[in-house]
């Protein structure tokens, strides 16, 4: 089976270590980059993150710097979900490679200019550097073949009661990205908040022996630490986002999802970095993004379990 090429850009933070597993570990992604972003944690501390994990899992890619802050506003984090290092709970190898020597946006220009196949992003954090690269280098659009992204939701919000937190840092590249015309699949919170782990995952994960799951397990035991405290409807599981915008490329029959337009908020008083999603097609207007909003979550876990099994 041909591998699919991507671009990731995301800003680990915990639950991005556990979708790169799912990338690498799966077998079936040609991963040109791993572009950082930073949200979760700063952008020095992500980019350090990005480097730790992929010694930790043994393979070789090209990792950028990306922005070190959102495109008009202050940069937030989320430390107080995924710890002061942005990936606390487990102990990795010291980085064995060091960043590429230019930064995301024209790594970005770079690996686009020169494929000869389009090439699906994958998004997991602030759209940032995703932005900067349309502003900078809109020429190359059409070699971007979807983009794959976490964030968002139809029904609510994690920051705000309708602003997801990869949105609400950066609205106003969301709304660029958004608007792009670029085939998007989004994954918000609607099916991420289905896409839980529970401590038997967690088990499991911790039970394949190798180092890479005994590192998944110790970063779920910090992350679920948050959710037990904070999303008891959850009952007592974590939402596992990020692993969703990686797993719907392998298998988009696992997941429900509905053709919708979508506009991103950037200027309300109480709605700041909302996705206003047309869900009930009030507007009449042309679909522009792929909205999924549920997951085969028994599925989700085997998937990741296989994959992390395929890793030292």
């Not at 020597?101 to 699906?120: C, D, H, P, Q, W």
């Not at 997801?164 to 085939?183: C, H, L, R, T, W």
């Not at 994954?187 to 839980?196: P, S």
Request: glycine letters at 8%; one cysteine or more.
């Amino acid at each position: 089976m041909k591998k699919i090429p991507v671009i990731i850009d995301c800003d680990p933070g915990l639950d991005d270590a556990l979708m790169l597993m799912l990338a690498f570990g799966s077998g079936r992604f040609d991963v040109k980059a791993i572009t950082t972003s930073a949200g979760n944690q700063t952008q020095d501390k992500t980019l350090f993150n990005a480097l730790r994990l992929i010694s930790l899992m043994e393979v070789k890619v090209p990792v950028y710097r990306g922005c070190e802050k959102p495109l008009l506003r202050e940069l937030l984090v989320s430390d107080h979900v995924h710890g002061e290092s942005g990936l606390d709970g487990a102990v990795f190898p010291a980085p064995v490679s060091e960043a590429e020597s230019i930064l995301a946006v024209e790594g970005i220009a770079n690996i686009l200019r020169e494929s000869e196949e389009k090439i699906t992003i994958v998004p997991t954090g602030p759209l940032t550097n995703i932005a900067a690269f349309l502003l900078a280098f809109p020429n190359l659009k059409n070699k971007i073949e979807r983009i794959s992204l976490m964030g968002g939701g139809i029904f609510r919000g994690n920051m705000t009661p309708l602003a997801e937190f990869n949105i609400y840092a950066d609205p106003e590249a969301a709304a660029i990205v958004y608007d792009s015309g670029i085939p998007i699949t989004m994954c918000g919170l609607d099916v991420t908040h289905k896409a839980v782990v529970f401590q038997k995952d967690i088990e499991t994960f911790r039970s394949i022996g190798n180092k890479t799951g005994l590192a998944a397990a110790g970063l779920l035991e910090f992350f679920s630490i948050f959710y037990r405290e904070n999303r008891i409807e959850l009952e007592g599981g974590a939402a596992l986002h990020d692993p969703c915008a990686i797993a719907w490329l392998l298998n988009p029959d696992m997941f429900k999802s509905k053709p919708c337009y979508v506009a991103v908020e950037t200027n309300g008083k109480l709605t700041s970095g909302a996705t206003v999603v047309d869900y009930f097609t009030v507007l009449q207007k042309e679909p522009n993004v792929e909205v999924v909003y549920d997951i085969d979550r028994e599925q989700y876990i085997e998937m990741l379990a296989a994959a992390i099994k395929n890793l030292p």
